[in-house]
């Protein structure tokens, strides 16, 4: 019998030194996938994906750009969705984070494999053409993965005390802030350092604020409605919507990814609840490259109780025994889902 599952397509950051050469390494059967990136990219006057991926040392400063890293990460992801055995997997929904959301367009049938590479290509490039401002990563949770009372409230606090600071994305047990560079120097004389954090994200502009209004609008100027329909597959979006088949307008689809989704706060947290209690799948699966989004994803469950869940260690306990969130950035879990 075929498991159900949710896929949750990962978004910026997730290439990065470990994963040079991912699709050499997974997906030397998908060359025609690949040539047609490459063939857009050609086109674009851009490096090549392939050759991007190939190179023989990771370069940040060629590797995380925007108008690189963006597609390198849509090139592996959508590779690795074509690479789940769908014979023994039944996907019920799709959802992403951040730039995943792009993604999970492709893999949900709202663009073609072409046009995902369009959208990702063409907003990746104006956002490392026009980067503004950046972005910073804080917890609010303790080591068990549970929530420190009142600190979330206070995070959000600062977006009003600081002007031009916003909430970017809500990410499980963190919050990402974006803003200005003034906003973020004064954040970052608030924020008591807490192991890693706060954490200020290479190479990321201001995502999901006002801030990005106008790249918002020229994306609009340079990518065509014509590119979007009704998905094949249930989307969640960064608002928790779901966009089903038979009752989604291409043209609201498009209004949201290019306006919505680049200005306003990104609530990943909420995507993940709303797949889970809706569709209540068996499995998560995160295409790679990477592994960095499982602690978010988890999280994000255990805050409404999934299976019981409420702590890291007993989120841990029961992936060990049965795991229910499955990375393919991670050879073992991938070997589970793939053909």
Same mark, same amino acid.
């Given at each position: 019998? *075929?498991?159900?599952?949710?896929?949750?397509?990962?978004?910026?950051?997730?290439?990065?030194?470990?994963?040079?050469?991912?699709?050499?390494?997974?997906?030397?059967?998908? &060359?025609?996938?690949?040539?047609?990136?490459?063939?857009?990219?050609?086109?674009?006057?851009?490096?090549?994906? &392939?050759?991007?991926?190939?190179?023989?040392?990771?370069?940040? $400063?060629?590797?995380?750009?925007?108008?690189?890293?963006?597609?390198?990460?849509?090139?592996?992801?959508? @590779?690795?969705?074509?690479?789940?055995?769908?014979?023994?997997?039944?996907?019920?929904?799709?959802?992403?984070?951040?730039?995943?959301?792009?993604?999970?367009?492709?893999?949900?049938?709202?663009?073609?494999?072409?046009?995902?590479?369009?959208?990702?290509?063409?907003?990746?490039?104006?956002?490392?053409?026009?980067?503004?401002?950046?972005?910073?990563?804080? &917890?609010?949770?303790?080591?068990?993965?549970?929530?420190?009372?009142? *600190?979330?409230?206070?995070?959000?606090?600062?977006?009003?005390?600081?002007?031009? #600071?916003?909430?970017?994305?809500?990410?499980?047990?963190?919050?990402?802030?974006?803003?200005?560079?003034?906003?973020?120097?004064?954040?970052?004389?608030?924020?008591?350092?807490?192991?890693?954090?706060? #954490?200020?994200?290479?190479?990321?502009? @201001?995502?999901?604020?006002?801030?990005?209004?106008?790249?918002?609008? *020229?994306?609009?100027?340079?990518?065509?409605?014509?590119?979007?329909?009704?998905?094949?597959?249930?989307?969640?979006?960064?608002?928790?919507?779901?966009? &089903?088949?038979?009752?989604?307008?291409?043209?609201?689809?498009?209004?949201?990814?290019?306006?919505?989704?680049?200005?306003?706060?990104?609530?990943?947290?909420?995507?993940?609840?709303?797949? /889970?209690?809706?569709?209540?799948?068996?499995? #998560?699966?995160?295409?790679?490259?990477?592994?960095? /989004?499982?602690?978010?994803?988890?999280?994000?469950?255990?805050?409404?109780?999934?299976?019981?869940? $409420?702590?890291?260690?007993?989120?841990?306990?029961?992936?060990?025994?049965?795991?229910?969130?499955?990375?393919?950035?991670?050879?073992?879990?991938?070997?589970?889902?793939?053909?």
């Amino acid at each position: 019998m *075929k498991k159900t599952a949710a896929i949750i397509c990962p978004g910026r950051g997730t290439y990065n030194k470990d994963e040079l050469g991912y699709l050499r390494r997974h997906h030397a059967d998908k &060359s025609a996938f690949i040539q047609t990136l490459d063939d857009f990219r050609k086109k674009n006057s851009q490096p090549l994906i &392939s050759i991007l991926d190939a190179a023989e040392t990771f370069s940040p $400063q060629d590797h995380l750009r925007g108008d690189n890293a963006s597609p390198l990460i849509y090139a592996c992801a959508y @590779a690795d969705f074509l690479s789940i055995d769908q014979s023994k997997i039944d996907i019920v929904a799709v959802t992403g984070n951040s730039m995943g959301w792009y993604i999970a367009l492709a893999c949900a049938g709202a663009l073609s494999p072409e046009g995902g590479m369009e959208v990702v290509n063409t907003m990746g490039t104006l956002m490392q053409e026009r980067q503004t401002g950046g972005q910073v990563l804080y &917890s609010f949770i303790d080591d068990n993965w549970r929530e420190i009372p009142g *600190k979330r409230q206070e995070l959000l606090y600062l977006t009003n005390e600081i002007p031009d #600071l916003y909430i970017s994305i809500e990410l499980g047990g963190m919050i990402v802030f974006a803003g200005t560079d003034e906003a973020l120097k004064t954040l970052l004389t608030k924020l008591e350092p807490q192991g890693r954090f706060p #954490l200020r994200l290479p190479g990321h502009g @201001a995502y999901h604020t006002p801030i990005m209004e106008p790249i918002a609008a *020229k994306g609009r100027a340079l990518l065509s409605p014509d590119l979007f329909s009704a998905p094949a597959i249930p989307l969640i979006d960064g608002r928790g919507k779901i966009w &089903s088949k038979y009752a989604t307008d291409p043209a609201e689809i498009y209004a949201y990814t290019l306006d919505h989704q680049v200005t306003k706060t990104y609530d990943f947290t909420r995507a993940v609840q709303v797949t /889970l209690k809706e569709f209540a799948p068996e499995i #998560l699966i995160i295409p790679g490259p990477g592994n960095t /989004l499982g602690g978010a994803v988890a999280q994000s469950a255990l805050f409404i109780d999934w299976h019981g869940i $409420q702590a890291k260690e007993a989120f841990t306990t029961r992936q060990e025994k049965n795991p229910f969130l499955l990375s393919m950035g991670l050879e073992e879990q991938r070997r589970t889902v793939t053909i």
